[in-house]
């Protein structure tokens, strides 16, 4: 059965950082390509970032990059958002997803939700001071 538990949410201040983490099982996931999607109050679940199976280099929104960088630990199943300098309006509940679409190997294309196959239960971020 596939897991996904996303924790290290919480309240920090506007320039303040956090570290996302996500941890999975049940599944194989050296192989699958990995994202975070957020959902703030009232609006659509909306891209945040990607990173393909192989690791590397991931794929921002335009509205995180140089701010936010996606990692993973294939030895430990788990993926992570490192978040800086952030902004109120990063204020939302961040999930961690995950798919096995071929297309999301190899191209930087995965950045709606209907790419993603399995979904974690969500981490609650809010930046306010």
């Known amino acids: 059965q596939v897991q996904l538990v996303e924790s290290g949410g919480g309240l920090v201040q506007p320039g303040g950082s956090l570290r996302l983490s996500c941890a999975a099982s049940g599944f194989n996931f050296g192989s699958y390509t990995m994202g975070w999607l957020r959902q703030a109050p009232g609006k659509e679940r909306e891209f945040v970032a990607a990173i393909r199976p192989s690791g590397g280099n991931g794929y921002y929104a335009d509205s995180v990059k140089a701010r936010f960088t996606i990692s993973r630990d294939n030895a430990k199943n788990t993926v992570y958002l490192q978040m800086n300098s952030l902004k109120p309006e990063d204020t939302a509940v961040y999930y961690c997803?995950?798919?096995?679409?071929?297309?999301?190997?190899?191209?930087?294309?995965?950045?709606?939700?209907?790419?993603?196959?399995?979904w974690g239960q969500g981490t609650q971020v809010t930046i306010s001071s």
């Open positions: 997803a995950s798919t096995d679409n071929w297309t999301c190997r190899f191209t930087t294309t995965c950045r709606t939700s209907d790419y993603y196959n399995d």
